[in-house]
Each structure stands twice: as structure tokens, then as C-alpha cells.
């Protein structure tokens, strides 16, 4: 089964939400698949596993692109790796303000309660992390629209500063044009959706969200194939 479905007169492949959101089910092997992608998740802030689930994605989105039906292999795990710290790169690239928002969380403990307590540095560093953490968290706004571009720079075999150049995210942008607004509305949904996890418990949370990024990496293959 390829990934693209044809919508109307007009020529323009659609993937719809139903179906990114079930394409890991057609593939006979997914709930070990799935189970390892999301102990990947659960293992994100290592880095490494995060590396390897990103090159997942990577590779799904690639496959989808292809019309490849089905999840790739775990394994081999070098090229993975590879494509999954490509991608690394490009989300740490961009979304580097975020991470020094979420490092700022940790002043409050060390200056109300902590070893910073007290000290002359105690409420300069407080007031830095009140101003750093709004912009964190706007600028994960960011990292979201950006993240089907990088994903789908990250599955081309160009060299990585060609690939997540600000001029190549632009071009490609530019390029898919409402193509790319479907798509943001479509993994804002995926994402939500996968708010289910924690129904099941904290530890669902991880699974069902490693499932949603596997339906966004087959919409970007699917549409952003340009």
C-alpha cells in the first residue's frame, strides 16, 4: 500500500489523519517495533536513544516518500544512528533556545531552596530564568512548524549544512506551500491524539506518542516528497 491517497480533481496527494494515524498497523511486525521505538522515548534524555528513534522516523519518512508500504527495520542500527544524528543536529540547530529554557527550570530549586541561596547571584538568576522560559516556550512553537522540514531534509543524502540551511528550509517551504499548512494542522492533531497514552498511565504516554511521530514522518514522506 503506497502512503499518498489522491484528493479530488485538483491533483494534489492528501494523506489523511485516519490513515497516518493507523499506517503503523499495516505493517505485520509493529508492536515490537512500536514497543522499542517507545522504550526509545522513555530513554530520549540519553541522547543516544533519541538519536536512534529519530533515525526512525528518518527512515520512515523515507520509505513513505519511496511508496514503500509497512515500518523499516530496527536493524541494521549504523545507518540509523546516522540519519538519527542528522536530524539531532537540525532539531539542536533550531531549537537550541528551548533547551535553555528547560535548563532554567532547574534555578528555582537551587535559589530558593538550594546552594544558590542567599547569594548575590540568587535573584539575577531567578529573574534570567522568568525571561528565559516564556521565550523557550514560544520558540517550541517554532521547533513544531519547523520539525516536518527537518525531517524531511534530514532523509536527503546531501551534506548537512546543504540540508538544514535556513535557505534550503525556506525553499522547501516555499515550495509545498498550503501543502505544508495541511500538514502542520494534521501532526498538531497526531500529537493530541496521542494524549491517550495517558489513559493508560504516564509510561503509555511514550508509546502512543513514538506511534503519532511514525504518522507524522509518513505524512511528511507523503507530502513534502517534492
Known sequence: ?????????????????????????????????????????????????????????????????????????????????????????????????????????VVGPLVLNGPLTGTAVAQPLAWLAAGLQPVGLLWAVVVFLLFPLLLRQATLAVPWVRAFSPASLWRLGRAAGMDLAFLWGRQAILLLMAGAGLLLALVGYAFTLFWALLGVAVLVGGTLDL
Open 1 to 105: 500500500m503506497a502512503p499518498r491517497e489522491e484528493s479530488g480533481g485538483d491533483g494534489v496527494d492528501r494523506l489523511g489523519i485516519r490513515r497516518a494515524w493507523s499506517w503503523p498497523a499495516t505493517d505485520p511486525g509493529w508492536p515490537t517495533k512500536v514497543i522499542v521505538g517507545g522504550c526509545l522515548v522513555l530513554l530520549w534524555p540519553l541522547v543516544v536513544p533519541a538519536a536512534l528513534g529519530l533515525g526512525y522516523l528518518t527512515a520512515t519518512a523515507r520509505r513513505a516518500g519511496e511508496g514503500s508500504a509497512g515500518l523499516p527495520r530496527w536493524r541494521p542500527i549504523a545507518p540509523l544512528l546516522r540519519d538519527g544524528w542528522r536530524l539531532l543536529g537540525g532539531l539542536g540547530l533550531y531549537g537550541w533556545p528551548v533547551l535553555l529554557a528547560l535548563g532554567t527550570f
